[in-house]
């Protein structure tokens, strides 16, 4: 073989294996503002594919709307914050990508650099979210949920137990931007029920300033 033949084949190899890493590292473009086009009901789930378990069904028929946070003026949690009917903002950066919600000002982090969510970290309504690219689908995995993270106008609850966690799934396809959400909470329903909603990318939209006034935006609570 002569030096020239090698340097060929090696300069062969080289590409190829660019190529493949290229194709294991591929990831859509998300950044840019986005405003929602979600589906009827604000992407709550379809009752007919949600199966409560004994203790849920009891957690459901005790809702009441001075239960859902966003009418006591707190953000919305995870998934109920993934299908509010205000625009988001993606950044990506190499070890995150960020969501900016203009509803509450939610700032929304999904690590990218394959780090796991710390023993101390204390639940919370946007829990702890990690993410990786499965081809140009973006999968995201969020725990640390609180159990205030009450979820839906029907009243479906969360149950905020350790082994709750919710995936997501997110794709692009030229400026519509969508995701479905499988919610898994064992202790109030029989299996994972599933949440989808989609955004119009909006290159010329804004974040506007969100304020939450109770009087006009909230309920008033009775005084214990």
Not at 68 to 79: K, Q, V
Not at 102 to 109: D, G, I, P, S
Request: negative net charge; glycine residues 8%.
């Amino acid at each position: 073989m002569t030096i020239f033949s090698s340097l060929v084949r090696a300069g062969l190899v080289g590409l190829l294996a660019v190529q493949i890493v290229g194709t294991a590292n591929a990831q859509a473009d998300f950044e840019g503002i986005w405003t929602p086009q979600h589906p009827p009901r604000m992407g709550q789930p379809d009752p007919a594919t949600v199966r409560l378990t004994p203790a849920g069904q009891v957690e459901f028929e005790a809702f009441s709307p001075e239960k859902d946070p966003t009418l006591r003026c707190l953000m919305p949690g995870i998934p109920l914050g993934l299908v509010d009917p205000y625009p988001i903002e993606i950044v990506q950066q190499d070890h995150q990508i960020l969501i900016l919600y203009e509803h509450f000002h939610q700032v929304r982090r999904i690590f990218m650099d394959g780090r796991e969510a710390p023993d101390h970290w204390l639940p919370s309504l946007i829990g702890y979210s990690t993410g990786h690219w499965e081809g140009e689908t973006l999968v995201i995995r969020t725990t640390h949920l609180s159990p205030d993270n009450y979820m839906w106008t029907a009243g479906y609850p969360f149950s905020g137990d350790e082994n709750t966690y919710v995936i997501e799934r997110w794709s692009r396809d030229g400026d519509i931007l969508s995701f479905t959400g499988e919610v898994h909470d064992p202790i109030y329903y029989e299996e994972p029920y599933v949440v989808n909603g989609q955004w119009s990318f909006a290159p010329d939209g804004e974040i506007w300033e969100y304020e939450c006034i109770p009087e006009f935006g909230g309920i008033e609570l009775p005084e214990e």
